[in-house]
């Protein structure tokens, strides 16, 4: 059979592993960054001194945030992966391959959008936090209408750059036999003997979603630095 007739032959199976990989990406992502917003709340600095328990209450949030944002970082997301996949069956928790790839790369990416959203906070003046104040707004109305836009558009393209990584990543969880972009190759190259034609048109397939995904980031960060323009 000829690379060419290789390919065609192979097209469906890679576009049905590459919407797996999308939705799986999507998915984790919208997790991740839900997971992301919670750590990011608790390590963001406090604007207004805090005395007593509060002040115990708040430290001691911001301190677990960070020791998780070090261990996900820390550590190989393929060994976070075969720790929830197969290491949770000894405690009585078992998964089945998808729910625990997503969990796995939720988890990951949440540290390291967290870091991208507490950055992009923490970098608005202090003095924004006060006059908001002095205006009579709470903690969580400062954040949702004054620091969170601000915030949003220095956020946006490092948390982009994480979605980017994460389409990347999703490969990972092949190893754990769920069927995305890779899988879908590998199972392909298992029937027909010819892995480089194939390995190509997965690392095409994975170049091409990056690239979209890519033209999103700039089309988003134009739209979000419009207002500043006026």
């Excluded at 995305?180 to 892995?195: G, K, M, N």
């Amino acid at each position: 059979m000829s690379t060419t007739s290789l390919l065609v032959q192979s097209l469906p199976v890679l576009a049905q592993g590459a919407v797996l990989t999308v939705k799986f990406a999507v998915l984790s992502m919208v997790f991740g960054l839900l997971g992301a917003v919670v750590l990011a709340m608790m390590g963001i600095r406090q604007s207004e001194p805090l005395e007593g328990f509060e002040r115990i209450w708040v430290n001691a949030l911001a301190g677990l945030a960070r020791a998780y944002v070090s261990l996900m970082r820390g550590t190989p997301l393929l060994v976070q992966i075969f720790v929830i996949y197969y290491g949770l069956p000894s405690l009585g928790i078992s998964l089945d391959p998808t729910p625990a790839g997503v969990i796995a790369l939720s988890a990951n990416v949440a540290a390291y959008m967290s870091e991208s959203m507490r950055g992009a906070i923490n970098g608005i003046a202090r003095g924004q936090w006060l006059a908001a104040y002095s205006l009579g707004l709470s903690w969580g109305q400062t954040l949702r209408y004054v620091i969170g836009p601000q915030a949003l558009r220095i956020a946006v393209p490092s948390l982009s750059n994480s979605l980017i990584s994460l389409i990347k990543d999703t490969s990972l969880v092949s190893v754990i036999t769920v069927t995305e972009l890779l899988r879908s190759a590998q199972e392909v190259i298992a029937a027909t003997y010819q892995p480089l034609p194939l390995y190509l048109a997965a690392a095409a397939v994975y170049w091409v979603l990056c690239q979209i995904l890519e033209w999103v980031q700039r089309w988003y960060e134009k739209r979000l630095s419009l207002p500043a323009r006026h």
